[in-house]
């Protein structure tokens, strides 16, 4: 019996498990060897050229400035400085157009779909236009034919004689915390808590009474009146600055670079007009007998959107959006067309240019658009998780 069993089995070469893994093993090491090469040859050619490497250099200083910085930053910085405005810069025109995108495109694509005749084929202009038209020239016909063709300072267009708008961007009132103003942030924290709280108990209380609670008007309340009490309870700490018109620029206030606008309406409308065909598919994938049962019920159009159509669509909606969200942040590094100084810009660009040091300076890129998106993700994919429908 042993022996029939041994001429069974057969030499070990012909097993399909044994011959998977020797090929996977030979291509590992295949890939182990190229990397090493590569790497070799390219520190040997480094060495040549007598460029130093490491990231030793993030320490050094900078020695330029940057239009736009949410943090302190000056010419005496140091490149480690220089690459955390850039990313923060690529992180708010990447969060403004996430949402500005996924607003528009949400109204586009109900829109699409309304009974409305004028409503749904503006709609479809909409889609048709700004998702055939090249990103980046929307990029630059916002920059140039839109922003940069807006009056000079002196003659800007004015809202209420404190918001201004010219060809230098638009220039808002700073607000200015005083003491005790802390406090309001604090509150407006625990209200969003408590709003979270509510609608969980909501929930459960309309699963267990079939009584359900008024949790927009509630959650609104809270959101709005607990800071707003706190806020005044400490002497409304906040002022102003207001800006005004002192030779040919702007003194006081915030100022909001066209180029930030022009790539945040670029992004958030091109973007928009895809997300708007993902949530048309995702409304038309619910079954249209849902919709008849919910009018069967007398039911407002709006509750039967709200209630019964858009939840069921979101499973079909997120795994898409995601990608959209995905692609928006990418896209967003075309902001050197127009010299937002945003990650690429700021320290694959100027910070290359000066260093030298491109190994270093487009792998920290690379890693950090990779670490987004994969952040990103792992947000929307758990926010689908608990929008799939869970059979019982």
């Known amino acids: 019996m ?22 996977q093993g030979i291509l590992l090491l295949a890939l182990g060897a190229f990397i090493v090469m590569v790497v070799s040859n390219t520190m040997a050619n480094l060495e040549a050229r007598g460029i130093t490497t490491g990231f030793g250099f993030l320490q050094d200083r900078a020695g330029f400035s940057i239009p736009q910085t949410l943090i ?207 949530v048309r598919s995702g409304i038309q994938s619910v079954p249209q007998g849902q919709v008849e049962a919910a009018k069967a019920l007398s039911l407002p159009g709006g509750i039967i959107l709200r209630k019964v159509v858009i939840p069921q669509a979101m499973r079909v909606i997120v795994p898409q959006l995601t990608s959209q969200h995905l692609n928006l942040i990418k896209n967003s590094s075309l902001a050197t067309a127009i010299g937002y100084p945003d990650l690429v810009a700021v320290f694959a660009g100027t910070a290359l240019n000066v260093t030298g040091q491109a190994i270093e300076i487009v792998a920290m890129t690379m890693a950090v658009y990779l670490l987004i998106n994969l952040v990103v993700s792992l947000l929307m994919n758990l926010y689908n998780a608990r929008t799939l429908l869970k059979e019982r």
């Open 2 to 23: 042993l022996r029939s069993s041994s001429r069974e089995q057969g030499p070990l070469w012909r097993d399909p498990t044994f011959r998977a893994l020797l090929v």
């Open 72 to 278: 302190e930053y000056s010419g005496d910085s140091t490149y480690a400085r220089t690459f955390l405005v850039g990313l923060l810069n690529t992180l708010l025109v990447s969060a403004m157009g996430i949402v500005a995108a996924t607003l528009i495109g949400f109204a586009v694509g109900i829109a699409r779909l309304s009974p409305n005749w004028l409503l749904a084929r503006l709609a479809t202009a909409y889609v048709e236009i700004f998702r055939n038209i090249p990103l980046l020239v929307q990029i630059l016909f916002w920059y140039f034919a839109v922003l940069q063709a807006l009056p000079s300072p002196r003659d800007s267009h004015s809202l209420f004689e404190a918001i201004f708008l010219n060809v230098r961007g638009v220039v808002l009132p700073d607000p200015q915390p005083l003491t005790g103003f802390a406090a309001t942030p604090w509150a407006l924290l625990v209200a969003v808590i408590a709003t979270w709280g509510l609608v969980r108990f909501a929930k459960r209380r309309q699963a267990r009474t079939g009584r359900p609670l008024p949790v927009f008007k509630l959650g609104a309340l809270l959101l709005i009146g607990l800071p707003a009490v706190v806020f005044v309870a400490t002497g409304m700490p906040l002022e102003w600055s207001i800006p005004e018109l002192k030779g040919f620029n702007f003194q006081g206030g915030v100022t909001v670079l066209p180029e930030l606008m022009a790539l945040w309406l670029a992004l958030s409308i091109y973007t928009a007009s895809f997300i708007a065909e993902i």
